[in-house]
């Protein structure tokens, strides 16, 4: 529109003539804001609808006279982008506040493109079209989404401060516990510990509405191997393709493979090593698959006593939580392989 281009003196009020008349009619009778500038950036035209929207004659808008309605805090950027895409005679879109009539002032979405003729370039023609009401959208879903995060945040620091009570009074009652039950204590402890690490990653994820299951279970997968038998158990997530799951299909499989790592402890001996693999297949177009395979370094040794396997119950439970098909018990033979619905899985791009 207009450029900081400096003028060559030409008068503003002749500017109207430069413009034929068959341009002016076609303008006018188009129904969005049109303008066209001369060579040095100094507006030539605005069509009705243009002055409809300012109120303003013709003859206040030529010139830079139209630049009198601009937003103030929109001054410096407006005529930066203008006056680069000028420099270069290249075409350019830019975002703008422009007082109306009554005195609002409306975001407008310019439009614009050089114009050459026979070799020579005249100027510029753009059009304008109203967008308050998007960024007005735009700007209630970004305070809707400062807001739901503000309460997740809330909502995560609750749960974990409740989280560590149950895990206190767990100890309590398990140290006070007859010799037989205290492994059962031991293990509901364990269990409740990750249930708060799986919300803590849950919290941490970057985009909590979409989280990258990959990024997410090496994130889980690397605070599970240190919260029991530090150094003895490792996880790797492996597989082909990438996947968004939503955060209650996050959690299921957060929780699923907490579980896996627990029934791997308890039915391995202190000193034995213990190893989960999960394979993720997230083909375009189809369910996210995950196949997990639970195995140590050594012979299993009989369990832990008075531990009951309570892994399969759960396992089942978390996945129907989450409306994922699950089969197989995570040994090598039989892995454990989880398809997630497809309304709430992504594949790639």
């Known amino acids: 529109m207009v450029s900081d281009t400096p003028s060559t003196g030409t008068r503003p009020e002749a500017a109207p003539r430069a413009v034929c008349d068959d341009f002016r009619r076609f303008a006018d009778y188009v ?3 049109m303008w066209r500038s001369d060579h040095e950036g100094r507006a030539l035209h605005h069509n009705e609808c243009w002055l409809q929207f300012t109120g303003r004659p013709l003859e206040e808008e030529l010139g830079e006279g139209w630049r009198r309605g601009l937003h103030p805090d929109d001054f410096e950027r407006h005529a930066k982008i203008v006056a680069e895409a000028f420099h270069a005679r290249e075409p350019f879109t830019v975002e703008f506040r422009l007082r109306r009539n009554d005195g609002a002032y409306r975001w ?8 050459v003729e026979d070799g020579v370039f005249t100027g510029y023609l753009g059009s304008c079209f109203d967008i308050t009401d998007r960024k007005n959208a735009e700007d209630h879903a970004e305070a809707a989404l400062v807001e739901k995060e503000t309460l997740l945040a809330e909502i995560y620091h609750r749960v974990r401060n409740n989280l560590q009570v149950m895990v206190s009074l767990i100890g309590l009652y398990g140290r006070a516990a007859p010799e037989p039950c205290r492994g059962s204590f031991d293990a509901l402890g364990q269990r409740v510990r990750a249930i708060a690490l799986v919300q803590q990653h849950l919290h941490e994820a970057p985009h909590i509405a979409s989280i990258d299951l990959r990024d997410y279970l090496h994130r889980l997968a690397s605070g599970l191997g240190q919260l029991r038998r530090a150094g003895r158990i490792g996880v790797t997530v492996g597989g082909s393709g990438t996947s968004l799951v939503e955060p209650r299909t996050a959690n299921a499989l957060g929780m699923i493979v907490a579980e896996v790592v627990a029934e791997c402890l308890d039915a391995t ?18 369910p996210v698959r995950l196949s997990i395979v639970s195995g140590s370094g050594e012979a299993a040794a009989a369990g832990r006593p008075g531990v009951p396997k309570l892994g399969p119950r759960l396992i089942a439970a978390y996945a129907a939580q989450a409306e994922i098909a ?6 090598r033979a039989s892995p454990l392989d989880l398809q997630l619905p497809e309304a709430r899985a992504h ?3």
């Open 31 to 33: 129904p969005l804001m």
């Open 108 to 115: 407008l979405l310019d439009t614009a493109r050089p114009l």
């Open 269 to 286: 001996a202190e000193s034995v090593s213990c190893g989960i693999g999960i394979e993720i297949v997230a083909g375009v177009g189809e």
């Open 326 to 331: 699950v089969s197989g018990d995570a040994t």
């Open 347 to 349: 594949g790639p791009g």
